[in-house]
């Protein structure tokens, strides 16, 4: 699992031209809607973290693009992108009051009220990667898991940390228990520790068979783990074994247990969703998508909609209960919307903004506005995108010079207040082969 995710994150690094990735376009069709009114802004990247409110109207998500997105259930509409971390969100959670918290691959932890551009509070202190994040029952804790070894339980009201120890590799998982009481933490040390929250115990440690990336904990307090070796692993909130099954042919990825407590889903690198009657320990059904590792999974609290977040990019609605998609279309922009400008520089230098930028006027705005007919526009003018407020204040109206310019010293430098992600093109060879290729490229 582990070289898995190292693998996946020096891909993406690799493939990352000069500027930092945006989001992508994703098209939601539901039955009765039209894809103009259900059209989402998606992530560019795998989509690595999810988490639903209790009332199941919202949802956040996080992708290895660095990025997060507060969604609204209800419109099928993308609120607002969350753009903070320096590296993949790993973990997203939604508090009760209706702020989120992400972490990432950065080591931090951020806390975002709806609507503000940059976080209200980021907690510091893991030395590596922050895998998994748990909110406690009655909201006053945040619990953190990370590939130093450690647990961090967070004061929400304000505090240092308190630091678990004791796991000898990457901590991958954690879930409270729904007393609040204990919290269980699994890792790639092939262990279960559950924590006793009120003393100073030591934990009570349960050696597994396989590493463990993945946990949950159901209404009853029963743990249900997730292995490298695609068995899930039932225990009591005790410790005690109660049960296995072998769900996925690979590593299970994610787990989740549905509210009423009836359902396991466990999401797999294989790219299959497992759905298990947890009394039973039986397969019910298995959700098979198109064939890329998914990455995260939750369910609504209706217990019968899962959401799944995958290496597509792409966020699916599921019914548990059939294994049916409920979006009977879902489309992501396919194909290489660069490819009739094949060895063009200045395509290939633009190559890394097609992830939040359309070229022509008959395309949709992604999570920056099409760029079409952009020389001789004034800033933030184009009409149907939400720009920030910032933006409209400034006297630019982009043209070569101006564009030019904007990568030369930086978004944060030109353009003050702009949501895009700090991004500079040091050579002036390469700024002059952007513009020369966006002249040419939306002409309208």
């Known amino acids: 699992m582990q070289e898995t995710i190292a693998a996946t ?9 000069r500027i930092l ?27 690595r973290a999810l988490a639903v409110s209790s009332d199941g109207q919202t949802a956040i998500s996080g992708s290895f693009d660095s990025t997060a997105i507060r969604w609204s259930l209800t419109r099928n509409a993308a609120e607002q992108v969350l753009r903070f971390h320096a590296d993949a969100v790993n973990a997203v959670a939604l508090l009760g009051d209706g702020r989120a918290v992400t972490a990432g691959a950065d080591g931090r932890i951020a806390i975002w009220t709806p609507g503000n551009a940059q976080p209200d509070a980021v907690l510091e202190g893991h030395t590596a990667p922050i895998a998994a994040l748990a909110v406690s029952p009655g909201g006053a804790t945040l619990a953190s898991a990370s590939w130093d070894h450690t647990v961090r339980l967070w004061p929400l009201a304000g505090g240092a940390p308190r630091v678990l120890d004791g796991h000898t590799q990457n901590v991958n998982g954690l879930a409270f228990a729904p007393d609040g009481r204990t919290l269980v933490s699994v890792s790639y040390d092939q262990s279960v520790r559950i924590w006793q929250l009120a003393g100073t115990d030591a934990p009570i440690v349960v050696a597994m068979p396989s590493p463990l990336n993945a946990v949950a904990v159901g209404n009853t307090g029963e743990i249900a783990t997730g292995g490298a070796d695609g068995r899930i692993y039932f225990l009591t909130g005790a410790g005690a074994a109660a049960g296995e099954i072998a769900a996925v042919p690979r590593p299970v990825i994610s787990i989740a247990v549905s509210p009423d407590g009836a359902l396991v889903a466990a999401a797999s690198i294989g790219g299959t969703v497992a759905v298990i009657d947890r009394k039973t320990r039986n397969l019910a059904r298995t959700l098979v998508g198109p064939g890329l590792p998914v990455w995260s999974v939750a369910f609504l609290p209706d217990s019968r909609t899962l959401l799944t977040g995958g290496a597509d990019n792409i966020i699916r609605r599921w019914n548990a209960m059939t294994g049916d998609s409920i979006d009977p279309l879902l489309l992501e922009t396919a194909g290489d919307p660069l490819a009739a400008y094949a060895g063009d520089h200045g395509a290939e230098v633009f190559r ?13 705005n ?22 920030s407020e910032a933006l409209k204040h400034l006297d630019i109206v982009w043209t070569p010079e101006t564009v030019s310019r904007l990568f030369e010293i930086g978004p ?32 309208r």
């Open 412 to 443: 944060s430098a030109y353009t003050p207040g702009t949501k895009m992600p700090e991004q500079r093109i040091g050579s002036e060879q390469d700024r002059a082969a952007l513009v020369q290729f966006l002249e040419r490229a939306t002409k």
């Open 352 to 364: 890394a903004c097609v992830a939040c930028h359309t070229l022509g006027a008959a395309q949709a």
């Open 9 to 17: 994150l020096c891909l993406r690094k690799k493939h990352r031209s």
């Open 366 to 387: 992604k999570a920056g506005p099409t760029l079409a007919g952009i020389f001789g526009r004034r800033i933030a003018t184009f009409p149907g995108y939400n720009f």
């Open 21 to 47: 990735t945006c989001a992508v376009l994703l098209v939601i069709v539901p039955f009765g809607m039209t894809a103009g009114f259900a059209q989402l802004r998606g992530h560019g990247g795998p989509v």
